[in-house]
């Protein structure tokens, strides 16, 4: 299995910066990609973007491309989100994710092998 732990969410004002961290340890070769994803009480967890492990970016969420940047540092097993430009809807639990080999379309939470704990970002007005 995979183990996912994320850190670096707190709460920002709006405008500013803030840059999450998930490392990975475990079986990691059998997961494709890692990603994020976000939730918000009463909402379905949307997709944010993912990246694999040769460091292709895969996708962003329209709602964040252009602020939000993931990467990854393969040697260390780590995954990063640097998120710019804050707005207070971007308010939420990220979550770190573990994508299973055979994905049919990283967007969607049904190709996600493992979750993280969740790390809280609050962005004010």
């Known amino acids: 299995q995979v183990q996912l732990v994320e850190s670096g969410g707190r709460l920002v004002q709006a405008g500013g910066s803030l840059r999450l961290s998930c490392a990975a340890s475990?079986?990691?070769?059998?997961?494709?990609?890692m990603g994020w994803f976000r939730q918000t009480p009463g909402k379905e967890r949307e997709f944010v973007a993912a990246?694999?492990?040769?460091?292709?970016?895969?996708d962003y969420a329209d709602s964040v491309k252009g602020r939000f940047t993931i990467s990854r540092n393969s040697a260390e097993n780590t995954v990063y989100l640097q998120m710019n430009s804050l707005k207070p809807e971007d308010t939420a639990i990220y979550y770190c994710?573990?994508?299973?080999?055979?994905?049919?379309?990283?967007?969607?939470?049904?190709?996600?092998?493992?979750w993280g704990q969740g790390t809280q970002v609050t962005v004010s007005s």
């Open positions: 990246i694999n492990w040769s460091g292709d970016i895969l």
């Open positions: 475990g079986r990691t070769f059998s997961t494709s990609a």
């Open positions: 994710a573990a994508y299973r080999l055979l994905v049919g379309s990283y967007t969607l939470t049904g190709g996600v092998e493992r």
